[in-house]
C-alpha cells in the first residue's frame, strides 16, 4: 500500500521551516542565496459532520469534529510574486490565479511572495486541500485572527491550528480536543466533488423532506453527496467489500475512509482498488497533534 507524504507527527510542532532556494525562489538550490520558508498544509479528515441550520444569507451551519492528518501539501514561499503549481495527483480544475486560496490568503494579510505549491491532497476530495493551503500562507505570515480565516474558507479557522476540534457556525467556532493517535485508510476515487452543489442538494433534500434521519452515516452530507455523484456509491461497496467495515464519507467527498490501518483489512500490499476500468487510490493517514 502506497505511503502518505506529509508531515509526521515529529514535525507537527514545527510546520514552518526555513531553507535556501535560488534567487527566484524556487526550493532545493543549495547555491541559491535568497531566503525561502518552506510550511506544510496537512489534510483535515472530518470524522463527523451534522448541518444544524442555515442562515439568512444562505451559509450552512455545522457541528464538526475534524482532525488533522498527515497527508500535506508543500508551501514554498520566497521573495517575488506568482504561483506555481506542481501536483503529485489530480489537480484538475486548479488555477493558480486571483481565486486560489493561496494568493487569496496572501491578500488577506496584505503579503506577496513567490509560492510553489506542491498539491498532495487531492482536488475535491473532501480533505480541505485549499483550505490547508490558505491556513499555510496565514501561519507563514504569522495571523492566527480566525475571523480572517473565516472570510476565506469555512476549514480555514481549523486547518490554521489543526490536530482535533469540535468545529461549529460556519466554521469559526472552533474548540480543542485532546489528540488522539488513530489511524485510518483512505480511498480516492478518481473524481472530485463540487461541495457548492453537494450544499444546494442538501438544500433540495431538506425542503423535500428527503433527508435521511439525523446521525444515520455520521455525516449529514453523504446523502445529498451520493445524489450528486451516484458513482460514489460504487466505491464505498467496493471499499465496504474489501475491508469488511462500513465506510465513511470525508466531508462532502470524494474520499471514502474507515478506522484502522491497511494491516487491518489485509491491504497492507495494495495501493488502489478496481471499479470496472477505473481504480481509486488507497492511502493510509495518522493523525497529528495541533501546530
Same mark, same amino acid.
Given at each position: ?17 526555513e ?20 510550511? &506544510?498544509?496537512p ?11 442555515v ?39 486548479l ?7 493561496v ?5 488577506a ?6 509560492v510553489?505549491?506542491i ?9 480541505g ?6 491556513a499555510?500562507? &496565514?501561519?507563514w ?26 468545529v ?23 473524481f ?10 442538501w ?6 423532506g ?12 453523504e ?25 465513511r464519507?470525508?466531508?462532502s ?6 478506522e ?17 476500468q477505473?481504480?481509486?487510490?488507497l ?9
Open positions: 500500500m502506497g505511503e502518505t507524504v506529509g508531515v509526521g507527527t515529529d514535525r507537527a510542532d514545527r510546520l514552518v521551516t531553507l535556501a532556494s535560488d534567487p527566484n525562489g524556487r526550493p532545493g538550490d543549495p547555491e541559491g542565496i535568497a531566503p525561502t520558508t518552506e510550511v &506544510l498544509a489534510a483535515k479528515l472530518t470524522l463527523s459532520l451534522r448541518v444544524t441550520g442562515r439568512p444569507d444562505g451559509y450552512h451551519e455545522l457541528d464538526a469534529e475534524m482532525v488533522t492528518v498527515d497527508l500535506a501539501d508543500t508551501l514554498v514561499i520566497g521573495p517575488g510574486k506568482g504561483l506555481t503549481i506542481e501536483s503529485e495527483t489530480t489537480s484538475a480544475g488555477s493558480p490565479g486571483a481565486d486560489n486560496l494568493n487569496r490568503a496572501l491578500k494579510v496584505g503579503r506577496s511572495g513567490r510553489w505549491l498539491k498532495r491532497i487531492p482536488v475535491g476530495a473532501g480533505l486541500g485549499g483550505s490547508a493551503d490558505a499555510a500562507v &496565514l501561519r505570515a504569522g495571523c492566527a485572527d480566525l475571523r480572517v480565516a473565516s472570510a476565506l474558507g469555512a476549514d480555514v479557522p481549523f486547518c490554521v491550528g489543526g490536530g482535533r476540534a469540535r461549529r457556525g460556519i466554521g469559526e467556532s472552533v474548540t480543542a480536543l485532546p489528540h488522539q493517535a488513530r489511524e485510518f485508510t483512505l480511498l480516492l476515487p478518481p472530485g466533488m463540487d461541495t457548492a452543489a453537494v450544499y444546494r442538494a438544500d433540495a433534500m431538506s425542503r423535500a428527503s433527508l435521511p434521519p439525523e446521525g444515520t452515516s455520521g455525516n449529514d452530507l446523502a445529498p453527496a451520493l445524489s450528486v455523484e451516484p458513482r460514489l456509491a460504487l466505491w464505498r461497496q467496493a471499499f465496504a467489500e474489501a475491508t469488511g467495515v462500513e465506510p464519507l470525508a466531508g467527498g470524494s474520499t471514502w475512509f474507515v484502522g490501518g491497511a494491516d487491518n483489512f489485509g491491504l497492507e500490499d495494495r495501493r488502489s482498488l478496481q471499479v470496472g477505473a481504480s481509486a487510490r492511502l493510509r493517514a495518522r493523525t497529528v497533534p495541533a501546530v
